[in-house]
């Protein structure tokens, strides 16, 4: 993502990239959740992940300055504000003009480092008809997540949560197919907390990108992350391949 986002920064692509979207699920806040049991994670680490993470999002900002950059929770973040407020209700009143000092996305600061903080749960739309969720509905999970979802909100849209990339396409508007596209994910598939697990979900690393036209049709396209034979990871992008280093 950090050489697509500096060859568009550069104006090297085809396509011009009008905005980033972290659509949830940031940072895996393991010890958080009632069901995770990762025992390579430990507290102490909490730091450490912060400082990577706002590297990361730092630089991303910095490699492609003119595009916008948009942020939203998922259930993983979600934890963070839980655990806060569960473990210290006393000190997750404390604010200032932006809000709550303690809250997830203040942590990590986002906006220090660029990027707008959706906080909302509901949908981030385009052009009135093309919604962004992270996912995490109640009865839209699962590997019909996206046949789900398209049903449960009626317009085309897409989502992550599930870490299965998929979609599902139906043409009940005139002129106009509509359809839900469920992207990949980009957090690592060794976590001890699913080894050995009957239910192990089978994740496949990538990401999702949308194109609009100035009439709001939109073309979504699945971008793969292959792990080749020497550990280097592929993707293909405006139509040209992009190896990690």
Request: glycine share 8%.
């Amino acid at each position: 993502l950090k050489q697509i986002a500096l060859d568009s920064g550069r104006g090297k692509l085809t396509l011009k990239v009008d905005e980033y979207l972290l659509n949830g699920d940031i940072c895996n806040l393991s010890r958080m959740g009632a069901h995770e049991r990762d025992e390579d994670w430990d507290e102490e680490n909490f730091a450490e992940t912060r400082k990577i993470l706002r590297a990361d999002v730092s630089e991303l900002a910095h490699l492609d300055s003119r595009a916008k950059r948009v942020a939203r929770p998922g259930n993983h973040d979600n934890w963070w504000n839980r655990y806060i407020q569960r473990n210290a209700p006393d000190i997750t009143a404390l604010h200032d003009s932006r809000g709550q000092l303690l809250r997830f996305d203040r942590w990590i600061g986002f906006e220090e480092c660029g990027w707008r903080w959706h906080a909302d749960v509901d949908p981030i739309v385009y052009f009135k008809n093309f919604l962004v969720v992270h996912g995490d509905v109640q009865g839209c999970s699962g590997r019909n997540a996206a046949q789900r979802l398209l049903a449960h909100f009626g317009k085309s849209g897409c989502s992550g949560h599930t870490h299965k990339p998929h979609h599902t396409t139906s043409s009940h508007w005139p002129n106009q197919p509509i359809g839900w596209w469920v992207s990949g994910c980009m957090c690592k598939r060794t976590m001890r907390y699913l080894a050995g697990d009957a239910r192990h979900p089978e994740w496949v690393n990538g990401f999702l990108s949308v194109v609009f036209d100035s009439q709001g049709h939109f073309w979504p396209e699945q971008h793969l992350l292959i792990e080749g034979k020497d550990g280097k990871v592929r993707t293909i992008f405006d139509g040209r391949q992009y190896v990690s280093r």
